[in-house]
């Protein structure tokens, strides 16, 4: 699985995830607008996204559920990849987040990021594009894949605090309690993968 999930960089920072899926590379598009020459390598080959063509690049603004985070490009010399699946998650299913982790070396003092696979567990409702887990989450996360059995269901678009939804108006304290959520959790959003197969069939058939 993590064969197929690659690190996003702008200079030498990490600033997010993309990852191979049915021989295309997907990404959220909010990593490569909001960050200056980013590249990816993938196994060797360093791909400069703004020097290739995307097959499709998302607009819109960040807080329209309607908005289609995600970037997606054909790579002539690279197929396969993930396989993907257009499914809706039920309440308190778990599914997998490949998620940056915080870390600091005992010895050195030195801070760094880590991934790892994260259990996120589903809230069961669904906004225009999106739907939500509570799940681990730290600034570069983004563009990553949920995973369900092995096939991807959904691509991280972000996450916040229960507690800063709380103060924004954009959680209720209904809605908290009825989601049995704490202050300190993360919610988190993805975009529905059955978004990336109905525009991958619009292009490919023309259209």
Same mark, same amino acid.
Request: glycine share 10%; with cysteine.
């Given at each position: 699985?993590?064969?197929?999930?690659?690190?996003?960089?702008?200079?030498?920072?990490?600033?997010?995830?993309?990852?191979?899926?049915?021989?295309y590379?997907? #990404?959220?598009v909010?990593?490569?607008?909001?960050?200056?020459?980013?590249?990816?390598?993938?196994?060797?080959?360093?791909?400069?996204? @703004?020097?290739?063509? !995307?097959?499709?690049?998302?607009?819109?603004?960040?807080?329209? !559920?309607?908005?289609?985070?995600?970037?997606?490009?054909?790579?002539?010399?690279?197929?396969?990849?993930?396989?993907?699946?257009?499914? #809706? !998650?039920?309440?308190?299913?778990?599914?997998?987040?490949?998620?940056?982790?915080? #870390?600091k070396?005992?010895?050195?003092?030195?801070?760094g990021?880590? @991934?790892?696979?994260e259990?996120?567990?589903?809230?069961?409702?669904?906004?225009?594009?999106?739907?939500?887990?509570?799940?681990?989450?730290?600034?570069?996360?983004?563009?990553? !894949? &949920?995973?369900?059995?092995?096939h991807?269901?959904?691509?991280?678009?972000?996450?916040?605090?229960v507690?800063?939804?709380?103060?924004?108006?954009?959680?209720?304290?209904?809605?908290?309690?009825?989601? @049995?959520?704490?202050?300190?959790?993360i919610?988190?959003?993805?975009?529905?993968?059955?978004?990336?197969?109905? &525009?991958?069939?619009?292009?490919?058939?023309?259209?």
């Amino acid at each position: 699985m993590k064969e197929n999930i690659f690190e996003i960089k702008s200079g030498k920072s990490h600033v997010g995830y993309g990852f191979l899926a049915e021989g295309y590379f997907l #990404t959220a598009v909010h990593i490569l607008s909001g960050n200056d020459n980013c590249f990816v390598n993938i196994n060797g080959k360093i791909i400069e996204f @703004s020097k290739v063509k !995307p097959a499709f690049v998302g607009r819109g603004n960040n807080n329209d !559920p309607n908005f289609v985070d995600i970037a997606f490009f054909k790579f002539n010399d690279i197929e396969g990849g993930l396989l993907v699946s257009d499914y #809706t !998650p039920q309440k308190d299913e778990v599914f997998e987040s490949i998620c940056i982790k915080k #870390t600091k070396d005992q010895k050195t003092g030195n801070s760094g990021d880590e @991934s790892e696979i994260e259990l996120a567990y589903s809230l069961g409702e669904v906004e225009g594009n999106y739907f939500h887990c509570k799940c681990n989450r730290h600034h570069g996360s983004s563009g990553s !894949p &949920l995973l369900k059995d092995n096939h991807v269901i959904g691509i991280m678009h972000g996450g916040r605090k229960v507690k800063e939804l709380l103060d924004e108006g954009r959680l209720s304290e209904k809605e908290k309690d009825f989601y @049995s959520l704490n202050d300190d959790d993360i919610l988190c959003s993805f975009l529905k993968i059955g978004v990336f197969m109905g &525009l991958k069939e619009r292009i490919e058939n023309n259209y």
